[in-house]
């Protein structure tokens, strides 16, 4: 059963995410929720509530970016310097597609962002995909577990993902559901995002829809 200290508050109760600031909790919140009430909030609301939201979405980012580029790096202070304040942008934009991806994925977008700038910082222009392109390229709908209207069936399968023990898996199978390839020689994939093989990418998302099936009781 949920408790009071785990509950996330909504997007627009101020006085709820007062409270989980006051108590030091906003470590505990999950990002897309922090997202989405700093863009609910905005920018102008009661600032008790946007500072620390801001600097706790500018310090994740800063983590994710510190462990994804690699130290050795020559232009790497430039490259998580870009990134960070694109993605800060962003997150007062909730129209745009970064803004939309931090609150729906938080380190799938940051780690793709930083993946983006990496091939770009190399000049390898083969390899090179960004995720504005990305995004526009036609991609196959992710195939539907239950037959419900679409927002119901799409909160249940979070939750479904949201129980995966394996964070590596959980995200493998986010990015599987937003239509990225397991694997890809020259555009994103889900080996290349997560540093893992072909093979294994394969089996992560194979592993987890069979998870899904035999939760809800259907066969393979």
Known sequence: METDDERVPDPADCEGWRRIIQENRLR?????AVVTTLQTIGP????RVVGPLMDRIAD?????????VDRRK????????????ALLEAVLQPNSKDGRGLRIAFRTRVQFRALDAIRTAKGRQEHETSYDQYDSLPKEPAPRILHWPEGEQLEYVEQLIRAIPDER????FRLHMDGVPAKSKRAHSISKALGVSDKTAEKWIA?????????LGETS
Not at 44 to 47: A, E, P, V, Y
Not at 74 to 85: A, E, L, P, T, V
Request: net charge positive.
């Open 28 to 32: 505990s919140m999950p990002m897309e």
């Open 44 to 47: 102008r609301g009661d600032q």
């Open 60 to 68: 994740k980012i800063t983590s994710i970016l510190n462990f994804t």
């Open 74 to 85: 020559r232009n790497r202070g430039d490259i998580i310097s870009k990134i960070q304040f």
């Open 169 to 172: 898996k959980r995200m493998a």
């Open 207 to 215: 592993e987890v829809q069979d998870q899904m099936k035999r939760t």
